[in-house]
C-alpha cells in the first residue's frame, strides 16, 4: 500500500540561483494556528492575534556569512519522518545590546524564525514546535581584519518541511 504518492516531477531552472541569507526574523511564540496553501504560509496566529512586521525582530547578517539548512530524516523501520532544521546566523561586533537579544533567544523555547534567503524568498524554520538556541560561538578574532562576532545556530525539529512564507508576514 502506498502512503503518498508522487505528483509531479522538477525541473531544472535557470542559472539564478543566490545562496546564502540577507536576514533572519523572529517572533516570540509559540504558534497557535497558521494559514498554508500549496507550501506557502499567509498568516500565524499567536496569543488570539494573527502576527505582523511589528511582531518580528529583525537580525542582519553580513553578506555570504549565514545560512539555513534542513535534513529529513526517515526511517521506514520505525515508520517515522523528521524535518531537522537549523539557521546559522553571523552577527558581527560582540556588544552588550547583543549579548542581551542572544540570552534571551537561548532562554526561549518556542520561537518562531523565519529566514529571508538572497533570493527574496522567506523560510519557516520551527512554526509548528517552535525554534530554540542551540549553540553560540563568540570570538574576538586576532588580527585587526579578523571577525569579532557571534555564530548562533537557532534549531528546530519538526513534522514538516519548511514551509515558504509570505513577506509580508515578517516585513513591511
Known amino acids: 500500500m502506498a502512503c503518498s504518492n508522487i505528483t509531479s516531477g522538477v525541473l531544472n531552472p535557470c542559472s539564478s540561483n543566490q545562496g546564502g541569507l540577507e536576514a533572519i ?4 511564540g509559540p504558534t497557535e494556528s497558521f494559514v498554508e496553501s500549496n507550501g506557502t504560509v499567509t498568516s500565524i496566529t499567536v496569543g488570539g492575534s494573527a502576527l505582523t512586521a511589528a ?3 529583525k537580525f542582519e547578517v553580513p553578506r555570504t556569512t549565514s545560512s539555513i539548512t534542513e535534513t529529513v530524516t526517515g526511517d521506514v523501520a520505525q515508520g517515522t519522518v523528521t524535518y531537522a532544521q ?3 546566523m553571523v552577527l558581527n561586533q560582540m556588544q552588550a545590546a547583543t549579548r542581551d537579544q542572544l540570552q534571551l533567544i537561548f532562554e526561549a523555547t518556542s520561537m518562531i524564525v523565519v529566514a529571508k534567503d538572497n533570493n527574496g524568498r522567506y523560510w519557516s524554520l520551527g512554526l ?4 530554540y538556541g542551540e549553540t553560540s560561538a563568540n570570538t574576538s578574532g586576532v588580527a585587526y581584519q579578523d571577525a569579532n562576532k557571534y555564530e548562533i545556530t537557532i ?6 518541511p519548511m514551509f515558504e512564507v509570505d513577506g509580508s508576514i515578517v516585513e513591511a
Request: proline share 0%.
Open 25 to 28: 526574523f523572529i517572533a516570540n
Open 128 to 131: 509548528e514546535r517552535g525554534a
Open 86 to 88: 537549523s539557521a546559522v
Open 155 to 160: 534549531g528546530a525539529i519538526e513534522a514538516k
Open 55 to 57: 511582531d518580528f525582530f
